[in-house]
């Protein structure tokens, strides 16, 4: 129980990476408070929650309206011990096939959104003194990927992003850390993969799941304990870090 009574908010937080943390953050004693743009996947998911004895709720929020941000955290009857930037949207093409549109749609949910939810809390933290802020970056924060042009734009600001906060903020002790996941098997890349390959959904999985050397995917569930173990108190001398969990992808080649 190494979160036990600690009030947590996971942006994203009702599908793939985003909820298994959001279960495994229940599990270790934490009060989770799930954001979600799908408010009634996100309560669902509370309510299950509840219902295994955890303490968990649950608000419909748009991470890159900052009103609305304001609104959800203003509502929130505990103070913020930990929060978890995990938000993001995708867009696959290189520089010509990225439109302003697609940038500015990329940039305002996975740049702005880790701003409005960071800028909100902040404050609280820094009088109370503690608190914890935890990104999710990528792969692509560290290396070229081809056709990511937007994504990789993105995650690299989120992890400058962390960098930033962590020096700004050490003095008052507060932490803050991203990880950098590479290709994780959640339910996006299924979609992906039924849109953009039908009839070749597996085999197109296998290719994926093939670029990381250690010859698979990862889990939700794998991220997720990393997660938890950076937001502890287990954690309490790491600061301004970006741990890739990656299967190899970044400093191995077969």
Do not use: W
């Not at 009574?5 to 599990?27: D, P, Q, R, W, Y």
């Not at 990528?138 to 056709?147: D, K, L, N, R, W």
Request: glycine share 10%; proline share 3%.
């Amino acid at each position: 129980m190494k979160l036990k009574n600690l009030t947590s908010v996971v942006t994203g937080g009702a599908s793939g990476i985003g909820k298994a943390i959001c279960v495994h953050f229940a599990e270790e004693g934490a009060h989770v408070v799930i954001l979600d743009r799908n408010g009634d996947q996100a309560e669902n998911l509370a309510g299950r929650l509840r219902g295994e004895g955890h303490s968990a709720e649950a608000h419909a929020c748009d991470v890159s309206d900052y009103a609305q941000v304001q609104s959800v955290y203003a509502s929130l009857k505990q103070p913020v011990d930990i929060q978890v930037n995990n938000a993001g949207v995708s867009h696959i093409g290189n520089l010509e096939q990225t439109s302003g549109e697609d940038l500015d749609r990329v940039y305002r949910v996975n740049v702005k959104g880790v701003y409005n939810c960071s800028r909100a809390v902040i404050g609280q933290m820094v009088k109370r003194r503690k608190g914890v802020i935890l990104n999710m970056a990528s792969v692509a924060s560290h290396t070229g990927i081809p056709e990511r042009f937007a994504y990789s734009m993105s995650k690299g600001a989120v992890l400058t992003m962390t960098l930033s906060i962590a020096a700004d903020y050490i003095d008052h002790n507060i932490r803050c850390n991203c990880i950098a996941p590479a290709r994780v098997h959640t339910p996006f890349v299924d979609d992906y993969l039924s849109k953009n390959y039908p009839g070749k959904e597996q085999e197109m999985y296998d290719k994926l799941a093939a670029t990381q050397p250690i010859g698979r995917m990862g889990e939700p569930e794998e991220v997720a304990r990393l997660a938890g173990y950076l937001c502890s108190e287990e954690a309490s001398f790491i600061t301004g870090t970006s741990f890739p969990i990656d299967g190899g992808f970044l400093n191995i080649k077969k």
